[in-house]
């Protein structure tokens, strides 16, 4: 032991490898290797009768999952669901990341990335019981406000479950590109203007493509985040369901199958990034 504390005092070199094994060691311990142990879990089976985990060899679990229909469409509706909340935070983001990145003054961007950040000082579910209140049927808010068009709220299910989903990642959308946006070099900028190009054609040919990275980024978070999440689902979704009600459902009584469920979101966040990674764009992150 003394002559690991010598050798870390004399050389930097450990000193960094040391700080660096260190996440590493949570990443495999923690991350892994709890993934692993979910894994683990999905190939046990359950006694029906005692409704105790058997801890024996079996893909019965993984056919159930794989040959129902059913929970094939709620596989569907997630994806959708993520992919929807993903387009919808990229399209508020990206106007707002770049007001607040090119256009807002110096001395206001502070300002407005601690507004950008001050929905996440709330409770989760303080927000999303405000959107309950929002979407109610009757005497929500919406309905309020449609009812004298002659229109009505949407009630609870997909279109309160996307928009309340919006909202909570929203910010995790806004953040990255802004960083992404802010470090573009006014260079490029003057550049595009000097050659003729338009504000419209510059934004479009050149800020989005330079600051793709960063707009891959923040979709990774909110994509994810809406594949696993359940809470909203139960509060907005009636009764629309998502693969993270189902594991919800599950979990006490047949915990392999939730296992096995649970193991859908990962996989598909797998090939999301694979498919990210493949393309090139997160190489300037």
């Keep these: 032991m003394s002559k690991i504390k010598e050798s870390l005092h004399r050389s930097p070199k450990a000193r960094a490898?040391?700080?660096?094994?260190i996440p590493l060691a949570w990443l495999l311990i923690i991350y892994i290797g709890s993934l692993f142990a979910l894994f683990i879990t999905s190939i046990w089976k359950i006694d029906t009768f005692t409704s105790?985990?058997?801890?024996?060899?079996?893909?019965?679990?993984?056919?159930?999952?794989?040959?129902?229909?059913?929970?094939?469409?709620?596989?569907?509706?997630?994806?959708?669901?993520?992919?929807?909340?993903?387009?919808?935070?990229?399209?508020i983001a990206i106007p707002m990341a770049f007001f607040m990145a090119r256009i807002a003054r110096p001395r206001s961007?502070?300002?407005?990335?601690?507004?950008?950040?001050?929905?996440?000082w709330a409770s989760y579910l303080v927000k999303i019981y405000a959107w309950r209140t929002m979407f109610y049927p009757d005497t929500g808010f919406l309905n309020w406000l449609i009812s004298p068009l002659g229109g009505s709220s949407p009630g609870f299910g997909m279109f309160a479950v996307i928009i309340g989903l919006t909202y909570l990642w929203l910010p995790y959308m806004v953040l990255p590109i802004y960083a992404g946006m802010e470090k573009l070099p006014n260079s490029v900028l003057d550049a595009s203007a000097d050659l003729g190009a338009k504000s419209g054609r510059t934004f479009f040919q050149v800020v989005l493509p330079i600051t793709w990275p960063a707009i891959i980024a923040g979709s990774i978070f909110t994509f994810s985040l809406s594949m696993g999440d359940y809470i909203t689902v139960q509060i907005l979704g009636g009764t629309f369901q998502m693969l993270g009600n189902v594991v919800?459902?599950?979990?006490?009584?047949?915990?392999?199958?939730?296992?096995?469920?649970?193991?859908?979101?990962?996989?598909?966040?797998?090939?999301y990034l694979g498919s990210v990674r493949r393309t090139g764009a997160l190489d300037n992150l």
């Design 52 to 91: 105790k985990v058997v801890r024996e060899f079996t893909l019965q679990n993984f056919i159930d999952v794989f040959s129902d229909r059913a929970y094939f469409n709620v596989t569907v509706r997630t994806l959708v669901v993520a992919i929807s909340v993903t387009l919808i935070c990229a399209l």
């Design 109 to 120: 961007r502070p300002v407005l990335i601690a507004l950008v950040l001050t929905p996440l």
């Design 248 to 271: 919800y459902q599950n979990f006490s009584l047949n915990l392999p199958f939730a296992a096995a469920v649970a193991l859908i979101p990962v996989l598909i966040m797998i090939v």
């Design 17 to 21: 490898s040391l700080l660096i094994s």
